[in-house]
């Protein structure tokens, strides 16, 4: 199994500019979670998906974020405008009712808002 | 919601020496308590897990226990290594339908002195 992937693994971009994260979740869970982590705010849940439908996006910071699931096998999660605020390490994890729920991690994407 | 505290916020130890990491949490609703490792640059991993039905889990050298009426759990890590040297989260779960939506503890910095 070859995990959670995300891509990129970092990204620079100027202020202003569209970012999109992506993440492909481990084949056969239908859970997905994007977090954000910073020093200042520690792991923050943004939104996750079950089945691939939003279940709770109450920790999306504001409008210049969004994300989607199109698939069982993909999501994105994109800022637009992107502020140098946003800067941080984004997570995707996926987990599985057959597994007990256990939320695996992808290696996160490190993002650079100049 | 949910809010999980988290304490300390950094534990130095000798090697051999056992560590302590406490986390409370205020929705007695939760049911679902996992503890992650999360070394240098890298993504946050499972250690070790305790549902609600249980007062205390052991897997080698670490344990967790769980005390529902005071809303709080321990992480007990004996006989540290060095290679325990990482960022360790506590988080809580109460997510509605049984979804495994986690709140997580702000970190336990520990370093392991040879």
């Known amino acids: 199994d070859a995990g959670v992937i995300q891509s990129p693994r970092h990204e620079v971009t100027e202020m202003g500019q569209e970012v999109t994260l992506r993440c492909k979740p481990i084949s056969g869970h239908n859970s997905l979670f994007w977090y954000r982590q910073t020093m200042m705010r520690g792991l923050e849940l943004l939104i996750y998906f079950n089945n691939n439908v939003p279940i709770d996006d109450s920790g999306m910071p504001e409008d210049r974020f969004s994300a989607k699931m199109p698939n069982a096998s993909f999501s994105t999660l994109k800022i637009q405008p992107s502020e140098p605020r946003d800067s941080a390490v984004y997570f995707c994890?996926?987990?599985?009712?057959?597994?007990?729920?256990?939320?695996?991690f992808g290696p996160g994407t490190r993002l650079t808002v100049t | 919601g949910e809010n999980v505290e988290q304490h300390p916020s950094t534990l130095s130890v000798q090697e051999g020496d056992s560590a302590v990491i406490k986390c409370t949490y205020s929705d007695s609703a939760s049911n679902y308590f996992p503890w992650y490792k999360q070394e240098l640059g890298k993504r946050p991993q499972l250690i070790i897990d305790?549902?609600?039905?249980?007062g205390e889990k052991k897997d080698q050298r670490i344990a967790v226990t769980l005390n529902k009426t005071a809303k709080h759990f321990s992480l007990h890590i004996t006989e540290t290594q060095p290679e325990d040297s990482a960022v360790y989260f506590c988080?809580?779960?109460?997510?509605?339908?049984?979804?495994?939506?986690?709140?997580f503890g702000a970190g336990t910095r520990l370093a392991v002195h040879p």
């Open positions: 988080a809580a779960s109460n997510g509605p339908g049984g979804y495994n939506k986690l709140i």
């Open positions: 305790i549902r609600s039905n249980v």
């Open positions: 994890a996926s987990s599985s009712r057959d597994r007990g729920y256990e939320q695996y």
